[in-house]
């Protein structure tokens, strides 16, 4: 089956600085989503990405859609305790006949205040 | 508004064992999802339901786990004869709409522990 792959699998940062993880697909996708999930929650929605090349902010959360449609990254900005959890990326269809969400698996944030 | 809700939150059973969890999507969503969720992996799609029928279930090892849906509404997973691999959470979530990433809202979950 489709496959995303995320990196780094975890990252360890100071309080404050600037975080990149990004998420490749060997299939295309019309959408590209971006979730946090805290211990013992449900993921929630970040970022939602529909458009090649788009690019997406939501705070502090800036996220894009690669060219290819096969990649997409987030960036967090100046990070604070509560920034950490895990995030996942998923690549969807929308509009097809299912739209189910294929996730990656992971990127686990540690912030150190 | 109220979110998806899904009990029991935790369960521990013996392999062999049976076991069900129940979810309750937000009202008026027509779309359910059951996701499985091994520690350290992503959630991975079991079935999906629009109203009270199977879109996709392609996933769901059918030989050990069922689901329903009977009055398009609330739902329920179930798995029986469970195995040690079977240890994971499993999330539900719901959607408006077909795959609508607004609105897809997954719930807090089920951590299941097979021993």
């Given at each position: 089956?489709q496959?995303?792959n995320?990196?780094?699998?975890?990252?360890?940062?100071?309080?404050?600085?600037?975080?990149?993880?990004?998420?490749?697909?060997?299939?295309?996708?019309?959408?590209w989503l971006?979730?946090?999930?805290?211990?013992?929650?449900?993921?929630?929605?970040l970022?939602?990405l529909?458009?090649?090349?788009?690019?997406?902010?939501?705070?502090?959360?800036?996220a894009?859609?690669?060219?290819?449609?096969?990649d997409?990254?987030?960036?967090?900005?100046?990070?604070?305790p509560?920034?950490?959890?895990?995030?996942?990326?998923?690549g969807?269809?929308y509009?097809?006949?299912?739209?189910?969400?294929?996730?990656g698996?992971?990127?686990?944030?540690?912030v150190?205040? | 508004?109220?979110?998806?809700?899904?009990?029991?939150?935790?369960k521990?059973?013996?392999?062999?064992?049976?076991?069900?969890f129940?979810c309750?999507?937000?009202?008026?969503?027509?779309?359910?999802?059951?996701?499985?969720?091994?520690?350290?992996?992503?959630?991975?799609l079991?079935?999906?339901?629009?109203?009270?029928?199977?879109?996709d279930?392609?996933?769901?090892p059918?030989d050990r786990?069922?689901a329903?849906?009977?009055?398009?509404?609330?739902s329920?997973?179930?798995?029986?004869?469970?195995k040690?691999e079977?240890?994971?959470?499993?999330?539900c979530?719901?959607s408006?709409?077909?795959?609508?990433?607004?609105g897809y809202?997954?719930?807090?979950?089920?951590?299941?522990?097979?021993?």
């Amino acid at each position: 089956g489709q496959q995303l792959n995320q990196s780094p699998q975890s990252m360890f940062i100071q309080e404050g600085e600037d975080v990149s993880m990004n998420c490749t697909s060997s299939s295309i996708f019309n959408t590209w989503l971006w979730y946090k999930q805290e211990p013992g929650e449900g993921p929630v929605l970040l970022i939602a990405l529909y458009k090649a090349g788009e690019l997406t902010s939501n705070g502090r959360l800036t996220a894009q859609f690669g060219i290819t449609r096969k990649d997409s990254f987030l960036n967090i900005s100046a990070s604070i305790p509560s920034d950490v959890g895990i995030y996942f990326c998923a690549g969807q269809n929308y509009g097809g006949s299912q739209g189910n969400l294929i996730f990656g698996k992971g990127t686990k944030l540690s912030v150190k205040p | 508004e109220a979110g998806v809700a899904q009990s029991p939150r935790y369960k521990i059973i013996e392999k062999r064992q049976s076991v069900a969890f129940w979810c309750n999507p937000i009202s008026g969503h027509a779309t359910l999802y059951w996701y499985q969720q091994i520690l350290g992996q992503g959630p991975k799609l079991l079935i999906q339901f629009q109203n009270n029928g199977v879109v996709d279930d392609s996933q769901l090892p059918k030989d050990r786990f069922s689901a329903e849906r009977l009055k398009g509404v609330d739902s329920t997973l179930k798995i029986q004869p469970a195995k040690l691999e079977d240890s994971a959470v499993y999330l539900c979530a719901s959607s408006p709409r077909q795959g609508a990433p607004y609105g897809y809202t997954f719930g807090s979950g089920t951590r299941l522990t097979v021993v």
